[in-house]
C-alpha cells in the first residue's frame, strides 16, 4: 500500500522526489543487471488491500471492464458498486529471473525507501527524508544517486546464491 502523507508539506516534498527517485531506481537497476546473471523484465501489476479475496478481486476487475463499454447510467450503478469494494492501486514490479528462480521486487516500494525515513510496508506514516532536498529547495542529487545505489545494491544482496 502506498504510504500515508500527513501534511501539504511533505506532500510538496514528495511530488518533487518521487519522479527523480523511480528514474534513479530503474537506472540503477538497469546497471546491476548488467553484471549480473539475473535477467529482468518489468511488469504493471495491481496491489490489492490485505486481505481482498480472489472472488472479490475477479468481481472488481470484471467490473471495471464492464464500465469501459457501458451506458451513462449502467456506468452510474457499476460506480455505486465499486464504493464499497476494495479498489487495487497500480504498482510496477521488476521479476528477477535466474534458471528456474524467480524474484518479484516492487520499484515503488524501493522508491518509497528512497524517499522517506525508516519506511516500511508495515509503517503506512512516513516523513520525507530531507536529506534528499538541498537549502534551494531543490533534489540533492548526489545523495539521492547514493541512497538509491546502497537501496539497489541491498536487492541484488539478498538475491539467493546462484
Given at each position: 500500500m502506498p504510504p500515508k502523507i500527513t501534511n501539504s508539506t511533505a506532500w510538496q516534498q514528495a511530488e518533487l522526489l518521487m519522479q527523480p527517485a523511480?528514474?534513479?531506481?530503474?537506472?540503477n537497476l538497469r546497471?546491476?543487471?548488467?553484471q549480473s546473471s539475473w535477467k529482468g523484465t518489468?511488469?504493471?501489476?495491481l496491489i490489492w488491500p490485505?486481505?481482498?479475496?480472489?472472488e472479490t478481486k475477479d468481481l472488481v476487475t470484471q467490473l471495471l471492464q464492464e464500465i469501459e463499454t457501458a451506458t451513462p447510467e449502467q456506468s452510474e450503478e457499476i460506480k455505486h458498486t465499486l464504493t464499497r469494494l476494495p479498489i487495487p492501486h497500480p504498482g510496477y514490479h521488476l521479476l528477477l529471473q535466474y534458471q528456474e528462480q524467480q524474484i518479484s521486487v516492487d520499484l515503488w516500494d524501493i522508491c518509497y525507501?528512497?524517499?522517506f525515513i525508516n519506511y516500511s510496508s508495515e509503517n503506512m506514516a512516513v516523513d520525507i527524508?530531507?536529506?534528499?532536498?538541498?537549502?534551494?529547495?531543490?533534489?540533492?542529487?548526489?545523495?539521492?544517486?547514493?541512497?538509491t545505489k546502497q537501496l539497489v545494491k541491498q536487492?541484488?544482496?539478498?538475491?539467493?546464491?546462484?
Amino acid at each position: 500500500m502506498p504510504p500515508k502523507i500527513t501534511n501539504s508539506t511533505a506532500w510538496q516534498q514528495a511530488e518533487l522526489l518521487m519522479q527523480p527517485a523511480f528514474i534513479r531506481v530503474v537506472d540503477n537497476l538497469r546497471k546491476h543487471l548488467d553484471q549480473s546473471s539475473w535477467k529482468g523484465t518489468y511488469h504493471d501489476v495491481l496491489i490489492w488491500p490485505p486481505g481482498t479475496t480472489n472472488e472479490t478481486k475477479d468481481l472488481v476487475t470484471q467490473l471495471l471492464q464492464e464500465i469501459e463499454t457501458a451506458t451513462p447510467e449502467q456506468s452510474e450503478e457499476i460506480k455505486h458498486t465499486l464504493t464499497r469494494l476494495p479498489i487495487p492501486h497500480p504498482g510496477y514490479h521488476l521479476l528477477l529471473q535466474y534458471q528456474e528462480q524467480q524474484i518479484s521486487v516492487d520499484l515503488w516500494d524501493i522508491c518509497y525507501q528512497v524517499c522517506f525515513i525508516n519506511y516500511s510496508s508495515e509503517n503506512m506514516a512516513v516523513d520525507i527524508d530531507t536529506n534528499l532536498i538541498d537549502e534551494f529547495g531543490e533534489v540533492d542529487w548526489q545523495y539521492l544517486e547514493e541512497k538509491t545505489k546502497q537501496l539497489v545494491k541491498q536487492v541484488f544482496d539478498n538475491l539467493p546464491e546462484i
